[in-house]
């Protein structure tokens, strides 16, 4: 079979002989657009499935007497707007019938559409999975770029809808540019900026006035400038707002940082103590700083395991 009938995919045999019923129609498909061929291929396949062996004549009959907008509308009640314009846009060879499916369903929704018309290039069933996804997340997603993968998509809806319930107060215009220009050279610095607008977390204990809760992104870029560290990437902002890490300054005579890990029933555990600039911490410092943080319940980490299932003479 020649690659001019191959186009037509599944119904290639089928519309290779309603042509040889109907010369007219193989005259017209010579040099139609890429829109006939996929309107003749969803009217077909609808013909065939309510009677499987309707015959070539029968079917060249009803599509010879129509017109592409009344072939349209005779599968899908009505021809929306800029579906032809769409189906243009489309391969040149006919795909499944579910992508048809899900194409009339984005052009009957006024949202979908828009996100399609804003889509350049080839429709392909992957963005048009892409735009059914980004209808169910955040508005502002819409700005963000085809190259960013769905996966990550959904990551920014949980971080915008997180924002939003802890009462931080988006700009929407700002919000899609900074999403706008999101990509592989600028993500680390979109999702950080994203995560300044956190408000405060409330510590899983208030401290001491010498040891004092670093409860936001932004308390946490601050300490990590000032002490050298790495606190103000991303990881441990997330780690602060999803209440998985605590922060916490040492106002002693040697400053510090300590990070408390969240170990489950509301339990939390020393996880790491930092000095400036990763500096080694005097043993007075660090006993003071544990001991502190004793009188709460929190101990350094694997300490509760060891003290109960060790027994030595002391150091």
Known sequence: ???????FGPHAQTMRAVALEYPSLLKRLADAP???????????????????????????????RADLRQLLADVWSVCPPGALSALDRCSSHVLEAAFYERLRRVLADTRLVQLLRKMDGQITPARLERIE??????PAI??????VPARSLVSIDWLLRRLE??????????????????????????????????????A?????????????PRALRRIGREFHLCLGEAQYSLALIRRRRAYY??????????????IGFGEWEINDINGKSNRA????????????FRTSGILPQESVREGLLYYGRED
């Open 204 to 216: 899983p204990w208030a401290g001491t006035a010498k040891l004092t809760p670093l409860d936001s």
């Open 34 to 64: 890429d829109k006939t061929f996929h309107v003749y291929a969803i009217r077909v396949e609808a013909l065939l499935k309510a009677d499987a062996a309707m015959a070539p004549a029968a079917i060249g009959a009803i599509i010879d």
């Open 1 to 7: 079979m020649s690659s001019f009938w191959r186009r």
């Open 281 to 292: 911490l005097k043993a007075a410092t660090l006993r003071d700083i544990e001991a502190t």
């Open 142 to 147: 819409a700005a963000v770029p085809l190259r």
């Open 165 to 202: 319930a802890a009462g931080a107060r988006l700009d929407e215009r700002g919000l899609r540019r900074r999403l706008r220009t999101i990509g592989m050279r600028t993500w680390q610095k979109r999702i950080q900026e994203l995560l300044l607008d956190h408000p405060p977390v409330e």
């Open 249 to 262: 300054q040492w106002h002693g005579d040697e400053a510090a940082v300590a990070e408390i890990a969240e």
């Open 133 to 138: 996804l980004v209808a169910q997340l955040h």
